[in-house]
């Protein structure tokens, strides 16, 4: 996944259309991230119609690069539109069956479809080859939008402003789970050490492209909307384990064409870890520096 994050840098020609594309995509991550309850505020100060159409705008990137690259499809396009619609408007009707916040049956449908939608590949046809990052971050996106303006999903955690207690906790967990999936991953043959050294200003990008495109996304997925919800109906416990299994089923076609079970194992071992470090003081940034950490010493050191 890290190599895809680098495909993105070293392939993708950045046209206006495609540089437009991506900070569109990337303003809702932003805006949550640094001004999430202003931006709940004023969401919710729109008319109810007005509210649950306004997501529609997160397609638009789809158009902006699919016309341009010449694989423009009008069924995509209404996919891309309509899909963050319905999300908002399912969890519009889960805010006012489940004031309460115990976990509706809609809040874990949309977990479901936006799971298999991002792990099985459902939407990446619609784009080329190198920008298939953009579907995901739609999706994200939409799910941002949905759960923390219309639903109003509580303990979340997403909040870019980081502090020092997110990195002293990322790394407590880093150093927990080192020792435990350092000699598994050597003895089931996952893991393969190899002397290369990389720049720190290449290693410095590695970790950074991997906290934002794939450590960031994974952990608001799995951390801060299936273990939130999840504690409301099982506990603190149950949740965790339930979200690590979870996690670590969903790479079971990673880096194989069968079922691989020693990722699967490793990552669910590390899902243990990245819940903890989310739940401590349920803060996002603190899970997403032990994932970012953890998948670029792999990728760089160990794959």
């Not at 449908?109 to 080859?129: C, H, K, S, T, Y």
């Not at 991953?185 to 970790?207: C, E, M, N, T």
């Not at 880096?255 to 990722?263: E, G």
């Not at 899902?271 to 792999?298: E, L, N, P, Q």
Request: glycine share 6%.
């Amino acid at each position: 996944m890290l190599l895809f994050s680098f495909r993105i840098v070293t392939v993708l020609v950045w046209t206006p259309s495609v540089i437009v594309a991506a900070v569109w995509t990337l303003f809702p991550l932003v805006a949550f991230g640094f001004m999430g309850e202003r931006v709940a505020h004023a969401v919710n100060r729109l008319p109810v119609v007005l509210r649950l159409l306004l997501p529609a705008v997160f397609g638009v990137p789809y158009i902006l690069i699919a016309r341009p690259a010449g694989i423009f499809q009008a069924d995509w396009m209404v996919c891309y539109l309509l899909v963050p619609v319905l999300i908002a408007v399912l969890l519009w009707h889960a805010r006012q069956g489940d004031p309460e916040q115990l976990g509706d049956w809609r809040d874990f449908a949309i977990l479901l479809v936006l799971g298999l939608a991002a792990d099985l590949r459902w939407l990446e046809p619609a784009w080329p080859a190198h920008l298939k990052v953009f579907g995901k971050m739609i999706l994200l996106d939409a799910g941002l939008y949905a759960f923390l303006a219309i639903r109003q999903l509580t303990n979340v955690g997403f909040d870019l402003r980081a502090r020092w207690q997110d990195l002293r906790t990322g790394l407590r967990e880093l150093l927990f789970y080192a020792p435990i999936a350092l000699p598994v991953g050597l003895v089931l043959g996952f893991l393969h050490a190899h002397p290369q050294i990389p720049r720190p200003g290449s290693a410095a990008l590695a970790w950074a492209f991997t906290f934002v495109l794939i450590a960031l996304p994974e952990e608001i997925f799995f951390r801060g909307w299936m273990q939130n919800l999840l504690e409301r109906r099982v506990g603190r416990t149950g949740a965790l384990l339930i979200t690590s299994v979870i996690f670590g089923l969903v790479h079971f076609n990673k880096r194989a064409t069968h079922f691989n079970r020693q990722y699967v194992l490793l990552a669910a071992i590390a899902g243990i870890f990245y819940g903890r470090a989310w739940r401590r003081d349920r803060r996002i940034v603190a899970s997403s520096i032990t994932h970012a950490c953890v998948d670029t010493v792999w990728s760089l050191w160990l794959r």
